[in-house]
């Protein structure tokens, strides 16, 4: 599975940005999704995942509200909804696909991993 995320740019606070993942190698319909993110000098830490029909989120600490994943199998491609951005959500922005189709799991193990998008508010 080939996992191409886009949609980051520069954005100012309190904007809003979409990223997209397709996935190409297979179809995902049956995965569960996540995203991630890293920034500089600090560990990746989860964002989001969902489960492989949407029915399913789980959210970061924090970003509930803000962030919204969701999910169009016929495209073969995961979103994340990003509001009210701010500074210190800038960072690397990454999917990745689960090993079953349990959201739950995604936080904790991942199998494939997109080359990742950059995002960044600036104040």
């Known amino acids: 599975v080939q996992l191409v995320e886009s949609g980051g740019g520069l954005v100012q606070t309190g904007g809003s940005l979409r990223l997209s993942c397709v996935a190409s190698?297979?179809?995902?319909?049956?995965?569960?999704m996540g995203w991630f993110r890293q920034a500089p000098g600090k560990e990746r830490e989860f964002v989001a995942a969902?489960?492989?029909?949407?029915?399913?989120?789980y959210y970061g600490d924090g970003l509930k509200g803000r962030f919204r994943i969701f999910r169009d199998n016929d495209r073969n491609t995961v979103f994340l909804q990003m509001n009210d951005l701010q500074p210190n959500d800038t960072a690397v922005y990454y999917c990745?696909?689960?090993?079953?189709?349990?959201?739950?799991?995604?936080?904790?193990?991942?199998?494939?991993w997109g080359q990742g998008t950059q995002v960044t508010v600036s104040s």
């Open positions: 190698g297979r179809s995902i319909s049956n995965t569960a």
């Open positions: 990745a696909t689960g090993r079953s189709s349990y959201a739950a799991q995604v936080r904790e193990t991942q199998v494939y």
């Open positions: 969902i489960n492989w029909s949407g029915g399913t989120t």
